[in-house]
């Protein structure tokens, strides 16, 4: 479920441009009204703010944001603004000019998205960085982790409830084989979770669960130093419990050590059109606290508030 709020009688979106180029002008950025604005407009709707607003005033609005905004604020405003998957590929494409062993943005990229939503990103990717998604991945990862990550960020999985309980038998027994021989990176391994579809994995791991008396994720646990051991933990848990991993993202970006602002906008700009409800609920499930009220004793300004718009919760 969506935590974005979308008015019941929306302005034109002439109008909308027309308050926004109000927001930009005088001596300072209205900024409330921009995030009154933006953070109450869907994709559709934002998008067709963007294109209104480059044919009415000759400026692209995400330029007009980046100059009239700054710093963490700034950061989540634009990527809120992108089309879904225009947002993913340019956080895609950061995460492999960035990319560390630890760096787990291209798993949740591949992994929580549907088939379509991954394969209009990286669509997305080709027409804004005029080459592939696949083709950085393989050129930024080495070893073990391009093994991994390419067959993810390329599959198109099935998508339909259909399972096959013999099969998820089989390779249960499979997995089971494999982790205990640590043997992580097998080809086999690899296979299966880059290529089935989520009902079949589920399916495979509960009869993993049921078979074994403990979560694969238990097994996956063996090396908590070992990043690729726990890059296929990300994997496992974005396939299968996509609000449990974003509920830990979240937790840990907001802790008593400081906030990861950049897991923070990435998780709440990208899910709350979707199921940040879902996370949230969770979230505080797992923390005895609301995730607005994390965000209101974390975050300040501006950025604060955009957040909890777009998290549905106007006041703080």
Not at 83 to 95: F, T
Not at 166 to 190: F, G, M, N, P
Request: charged share 30%; proline share 2%.
């Amino acid at each position: 479920m969506a935590t974005l709020t979308v008015p019941a009688a929306v302005p034109s979106v002439s109008e909308d441009c027309e308050q926004l180029r109000k927001a930009f002008e005088g001596w300072g950025t209205n900024e409330n009204l921009i995030i009154d604005i933006l953070g109450h407009r869907n994709a559709e709707q934002r998008n067709l703010i963007r294109k209104t607003y480059g044919e009415t005033y000759g400026e692209d609005l995400l330029k007009a944001l980046n100059k009239e905004l700054t710093s963490d604020f700034e950061r989540l405003v634009v990527l809120w603004t992108l089309d879904p998957a225009e947002r993913d590929a340019h956080l895609a494409n950061e995460a492999t000019k960035r990319w560390t062993s630890s760096n787990q943005v291209l798993v949740e990229i591949a992994c929580t998205r549907s088939a379509n939503q991954l394969l209009h990103a990286r669509q997305a990717y080709h027409a804004r960085f005029k080459k592939s998604l696949e083709e950085d991945v393989a050129h930024h990862t080495t070893g073990d982790f391009r093994k991994l990550l390419l067959p993810l960020v390329s599959a198109y999985r099935y998508e339909g409830d259909e399972v096959n309980m013999s099969l998820a038998k089989t390779e249960a027994k499979l997995l089971h084989e494999k982790i205990s021989d640590r043997a992580y990176s097998d080809d086999d391994v690899i296979r299966v979770f880059g290529t089935r579809s989520k009902a079949q994995i589920n399916a495979t791991l509960n009869h993993y669960k049921n078979e074994y008396g403990h979560d694969i994720i238990e097994d996956l646990e063996a090396d908590p130093k070992d990043d690729f051991l726990a890059l296929l933990r990300s994997t496992v848990k974005c396939l299968v419990y996509p609000e449990k991993y974003f509920e830990e993202v979240l937790r840990s970006a907001i802790n008593k050590r400081g906030t990861d602002e950049g897991a923070l906008t990435r998780v709440v700009s990208t899910r709350a059109e979707f199921d940040l409800k879902i996370i949230a609920d969770e979230y505080q499930r797992r923390n005895s606290v609301p995730l607005t009220r994390a965000i209101v004793k974390d975050t300040h300004g501006d950025y604060e508030k955009m957040l909890l718009v777009l998290a549905g919760h106007e006041e703080a």
